[in-house]
């Protein structure tokens, strides 16, 4: 496998105004195939029995690699992109190397952020996924990022990130077979009551991450008044518990609070160049996704 370059890379952080600079040989190497298969061992049976976890295509994965996974998303994030993570270990073994597209901000959160790059998470730029593709290695997208993710759960049949067009930009531009990834019953581990911009713009400190589009959900309505109720009985000063509260409510959109049975599919592999555009492979996916429920 070829050494990712040590150059440095840029791309605009969340606030747009300021260029990050990030060296990839670094990004990469900080992924942790003996972290990843300390949970694959503890953290996935638990999550197979507490979401009754089902798993369907997994025969459809190529043997050889790279490649590019593209899924839809929900509220219960974290339980698809572990659930990709895993399942990869299970069929391709710990060797196979796959990274994930994250928002820039998680890198700017302290313990979080060191979690994330464990598992192989990496900031979303074109640049970045080329030097994956380059190296022999996997990507993982869940297109449309929190606008998809954090939709209101009576919208849980919108399946198509008709806005989101990087991933196909990106999967004509490097040629990688392109595999489809489904999930179903997510939306409604932790269901999302409303979800806009005014949210973001409201609880300021989203905004100031360049989070565009900020939930309400069940998992944060809980959190935030286990720990309201919980700072007040120990007669925690009320400036302080409000805002230990607020910052609770803001990390805790993706809360697990309701074992809903998830099903996961994998479907066959698509070859970009097959579609004579861009728009068209767009749509092949559209398709694949609005027959989901």
């Known amino acids: 496998m070829e050494n990712p370059p040590s150059g440095m890379y840029y791309f605009y952080g969340p606030l747009k105004k300021i260029v990050y600079t990030l060296d990839m040989k670094n990004v990469l190497e900080k992924r942790s195939p003996a972290f990843i298969g300390i949970l694959h061992r503890t953290l996935w049976p638990v999550m197979k029995a507490v979401f009754s976890l089902k798993i369907e295509g997994a025969q459809n994965i190529p043997e050889k690699g790279p490649l590019l996974f593209i899924s839809n998303h929900n509220s219960g994030a974290v339980v698809e992109s572990h659930s990709v993570l895993f ?13 994930g597209f994250t928002h820039p ?4 959160i302290p313990l979080m ?36 993710a954090l939709r ?19 999967a004509k531009s490097q040629n ?11 939306h409604f581990i932790n269901p999302v009551f409303l979800c806009n911009k005014w949210i973001s713009k409201l609880l300021i400190l989203p905004a100031v991450l360049g989070i565009k589009y900020a939930p309400v959900s069940l998992g944060q309505i809980l959190c935030a008044c286990i720990s309201f109720f919980a700072l007040k009985f120990f007669q925690a000063p ?35 160049s097959q579609f004579s555009t861009q728009e068209s492979l767009e749509q092949e996916m559209g398709n694949i ?5």
Not at 105 to 108: A, V
Not at 119 to 124: C, Q
Not at 240 to 259: A, C, E, G, K, R
């Open 87 to 99: 399942t990869l270990q299970d069929v391709k073994g710990s060797d196979f190397q796959v990274y």
């Open 105 to 108: 901000s998680i890198f700017k």
């Open 289 to 293: 996704m609005d027959g989901l429920y």
């Open 176 to 186: 990688v077979p392109v595999i489809p990834v489904s999930f179903k019953g997510s």
């Open 238 to 272: 009320m400036a302080l518990n409000i805002l230990l509260t607020y910052v609770i409510f803001i990390i805790s959109p993706l809360m697990l609070v309701i074992p809903f049975p998830v099903k996961m599919k994998i479907y066959p592999a698509i070859i970009p």
């Open 113 to 148: 952020s060191s979690y994330f790059y464990l598992i192989g998470a990496v900031p979303a730029s074109y640049e970045v996924a080329e030097v994956i593709f380059k190296t022999d290695r996997s990507l993982m997208i869940f297109p449309g990022g929190n606008r998809q």
């Open 152 to 170: 209101p759960v009576w919208e849980y049949k919108i399946n198509h990130f008709r806005w989101a067009h990087g991933w196909a930009k990106i």
